[in-house]
């Protein structure tokens, strides 16, 4: 991991290659107030942000790097409902919270549109995607999926696809069945991400780039401080997920990062498109340790997967990713690989994300475990939400039990890692 005050600009990925627009927001000198401040400039924090700026708030965002830097702008772009740990709050609350966390799960995607909309926000949001069966007895969950959205009367097109169906639609014999959702679907994240902060400063929220916040200082107005400056607030927001390291007794043990790694090749041809994905849906297989697939905007594929919890990054992610794409796709041997990048992702240890407060007024959200795009900005509106006074939803994840490993941050990566070694057992079961 970096030191939290090594100041970075965007990884060599495709999507800082292809964005819309860079941002140049100043580093914070001096000393700001507001209603509330956001460290993080993720989708967590631009998602919080900009909901806050909606209702009326002085919200000032100080981000350690450049806005969308870390997962929010490296993901695989995959718009997918749900958040980590429903199943296990439904568990613990009951089943009277059943519908309100069904409109939950979606609220994301609807946060997203609406705003894509509002703001003329380019980033190639499109609806399709496709969870893969890799073997037989991960067909159950897809049928459960199809019940629940029956019994629900879904408003948008789904369908159950037999592995004759999968194997036309997808051009692979690597899967057995597969459920799509044209609700879900994907993006270009770090369009998502800056497009959504020039909103937020549009409505006067103030943004410090290359600022990495060092330390909070706590009271009924905490102050968040920089190594050149400070913001006074009602309210502090940590939304830095992976990349956090404040508040280092109170929260260590909670989140670990993990790797996840993601190559793109060439432009594919209009035959092979038509081949291997002629709906333009992203792909997701159904183990444990997940591979995921799309098509960018320009027809390259993005391929990724492969999550290290080892704490150590490949020295040659083409090499570490691209056989995983070929067992999928052997007719694509010999594709040229123009992007490798990777990046960290927040994980928690029981998969339920780690949600609370300190002192009552420095709210935290962190670890989705490699499922954020929709999820964050659901998070963004539940902390608004809670700083606004309604604690309903927030209290729901603030009030799940959280498991703690104890050490340091290297033991806990070495013993999920450990863990994970059971569910690629699984997997190749």
């Known amino acids: 991991m970096k030191a ?16 819309n627009e860079t941002t140049d927001y100043s580093p914070l000198a001096g000393t700001e107030e507001a209603d509330v401040c956001v460290v993080g400039g ?29 997962a929010s702008g490296r993901n695989g772009g995959q718009l997918i409902n749900g958040i980590n740990g429903l199943d296990k709050m439904r ?44 073997k037989p007895r991960q067909l159950a969950s897809i049928e459960e999926t199809a019940k629940e959205m029956q019994r629900r009367q879904f408003p948008y097109q789904y369908e159950i696809w037999d592995r004759d169906k999968t194997r036309a639609m ?18 270009h994240p770090l369009n998502l991400c800056i497009g959504e902060a020039r909103a937020a400063h ?31 607030a009602e309210a502090v927001v940590l939304a830095g997920n992976a990349y956090s390291r404040l508040e280092h007794k109170r929260l260590n043990g909670l989140v670990f990062p993990a790797g996840s790694y993601i190559i793109g090749t060439e432009p594919l041809s209009e035959e092979v498109v038509a081949e291997i994905n002629p709906l333009d849906v992203a792909v997701c297989d159904l183990n444990e340790i997940v591979d995921y697939y799309r098509l960018s905007a320009d027809k390259r594929l993005l391929y990724g997967g492969n999550c290290n919890y080892s704490g150590r990054d490949p020295t040659d992610i083409k090499g570490y990713i691209l056989p995983k794409l070929l067992k999928v796709y052997p007719q694509l041997r010999g594709v040229r690989i123009d992007y490798e990048w990777g ?56 009030n799940m039990r959280r498991l703690r490993l104890p050490g340091s941050q290297w033991l806990g990566n070495q013993i999920i890692a450990l863990g994970m070694l059971y569910y690629r057992l699984k997997d190749l079961l």
């Open 170 to 187: 997808l051009g692979t014999d690597a899967y057995v069945g597969g459920f799509v959702c044209q609700r879900d679907g994907h993006l």
């Open 91 to 134: 568990k613990k609350h009951g089943e009277g919270i059943a519908d309100l966390l069904w409109e939950l799960k979606w609220r994301g995607h609807e946060i997203i549109h609406e705003r894509v909309e509002r703001y003329g926000i380019d980033c190639d949001l499109k609806g399709g995607f496709v969870e893969a069966a890799v």
């Open 343 to 398: 990046g960290t992702m927040g994980i928690v240890l029981n998969r339920v994300l780690a949600v609370g407060r300190i002192n009552r007024n420095v709210y935290y959200c962190q670890g989705y475990s490699g499922h954020g795009v929709n999820a964050t900005h659901i998070m963004g509106e539940v902390l608004a939400e809670a700083i606004a006074g309604t604690l309903e939803k927030f209290d729901l994840f603030a």
């Open 4 to 19: 939290v005050n090594q100041k970075q600009e965007h990884t060599n990925s495709y999507y800082a290659a292809t964005v």
């Open 42 to 70: 993720g989708f967590t924090g631009v998602a919080t942000a900009l909901t806050l700026a909606e209702r009326g708030y002085s919200v000032a965002v100080v981000e350690a790097n450049r806005v969308g830097w870390g």
């Open 202 to 232: 549009g409505l006067g929220v103030r943004i410090f780039e290359q600022s990495p916040a060092i330390r909070i200082e706590h009271g009924p107005r905490p102050k968040v401080r920089t190594a050149d400056g400070s913001v006074q």
